[in-house]
């Protein structure tokens, strides 16, 4: 069994582009992949949109390991592909006013009850990955507008919390640029295939800012900047509370160091 969803008014471009059955569009042959593994993969697409070509990004699965069949279908409610699941957990962080990419289209393939295969494509977002920023602007960017970028970063996490969510791939090349002005930086987050709903564990969210934390190379932040991610997540507490919470996400960043190598950007 085959399904395509478009999003209001976005079946007739797909359609102009050449891009009608369900293989049309897994198979798009005129796309850039960005990056892969076995079981999903990231492409750019070019299409032309009212004349103009507009970029759009396309996150493909293939044969989902039951894990996360089973995972999708316990946080939705129902039985779901990758794809369907990664599209309204989107649209969940909007209801939340928490940014994150807009979902234009997604199709799935079952077979015997079990998704095949399926897709999602997105729009571009405005602005750069934030690692890509940093790297653009290494030689510009003084403590304080770091310290701003981690206290948008620290809101947001903590907003994505307070509405019962877990973001296990909370990573820093998962953070996009939405808006810089007056030094005040405003995020998108991506990657939510993996996303927990009404999540309320301490745990998670240690776990979450541990990743976080890993994700910081020294080459752009500092000790004191990881400290002051924590410091801005957790606003006004008690020093006691501040130093045990600190530790244990500590702890879980030099833990996923052991097992994983630090990406450079």
Known sequence: MEKISFAD????????????SFNDFYDYR???????????????LRLKVSGK????????FY????????????????????ADYEQENMRLLTQYDIPSCNPVCFGEQFCLG???????????????????FLAQNRQNLYRSEKEQIIT????LVRNIHMAKISLPDLYVWHFFLMRSQGGQYDFAVIDLNRMKRNCTSEN???KNLGRLWFSMTDKYFDARMHRFLVKQYLGDVSDEKFDRFLHKVEKCAEKLAMVRKQPAY
């Not at 079990?114 to 890509?132: A, Q």
Request: charged share 30%; proline share 4%.
């Open 204 to 206: 998670e969210r240690i």
């Open 53 to 60: 070509e507009r970029v759009f990004y396309m996150k493909r």
């Open 63 to 82: 044969h989902p390991h039951l894990k996360d069949t089973l995972f999708a279908m316990v946080n939705s409610g129902r039985l779901c592909s990758q």
């Open 114 to 132: 079990l998704e095949r295969r399926s897709f999602l494509i997105t729009e571009e977002l405005p602005g750069p990955c934030l690692t890509d």
């Open 30 to 44: 005129d796309k850039t992949c960005l990056n892969r593994n076995r079981k999903r993969n990231v492409s750019v």
């Open 152 to 155: 948008s970063i620290a809101n």
């Open 9 to 20: 008014g976005w079946e007739s471009i797909f359609d102009e582009n050449g891009l009608k």
